[in-house]
């Protein structure tokens, strides 16, 4: 009842594209100033949301894309300016200035989604759960996401170590990083929506 292959193909490309390593500075930047166990819950709410954005798209993914009429690069687009806007508040330091700000919960929007749970992930479950067929496949693809969610839970959850060793002036720096980071992310993102709409004209 389980197949490897499909595992860990699957395992594989949420990977390359959830990125955890990469997905490390950016959570340090966005949670930086705020108590070590509010920055622990906010690593458990981020992936709790995108495991449960993942679910419902592996589930209706494409009956929720056709019913709104919303394509494939529309949401690459979409979730790529999001992102875009979120990295020049990082590299400007407008996240450190705003009192309101460290009220607000970063691992719903942009941590949960979309940089955890962003279109590629997105498409990616959905053509995985359509692609498994038999119980044995769709086994293997839960099993699959679950164990990504994991992966990126124990790595936010301990990368916290590192706030405590870098001080604030590393943060600083962390903080202008990721902001370059992500942004790179957001318009590469745009790039391939933007080329998915050119080619499929």
Do not use: C
């Amino acid at each position: 009842m389980f197949d490897a292959a499909v595992f860990g193909s699957l395992f594989l490309t949420l990977f390359v594209i959830m990125d955890p390593p990469g997905i490390t500075p950016i959570f340090l930047a966005l949670t930086s100033g705020r108590p070590a166990k509010v920055q622990r819950r906010m690593a458990w709410q981020a992936v709790a949301v995108a495991f449960g954005v993942i679910t419902v798209f592996g589930i209706l993914g494409q009956q929720i894309l056709d019913y709104l009429h919303v394509s494939v690069p529309a949401l690459m687009i979409a979730g790529g300016l999001l992102l875009l806007l979120i990295a020049l508040d990082l590299l400007t330091g407008k996240t450190d200035e705003p009192k309101q700000t460290k009220d607000v919960n970063v691992a719903l929007v942009p941590l949960g989604m979309p940089l955890l749970a962003g279109p590629g992930a997105i498409v990616s479950v959905i053509l995985a759960v359509q692609h498994a067929e038999g119980a044995a496949a769709q086994v293997s693809v839960w099993a699959a996401i679950v164990a990504m969610h994991a992966v990126l839970w124990l790595t936010m959850r301990y990368s916290l170590v590192i706030i405590r060793l870098i001080k604030d002036g590393g943060v600083v720096l962390v903080t202008r990083l990721a902001g370059m980071m992500l942004s790179a992310i957001a318009v590469q993102q745009i790039i391939n929506g933007i080329t998915q709409v050119v080619q499929g004209a």
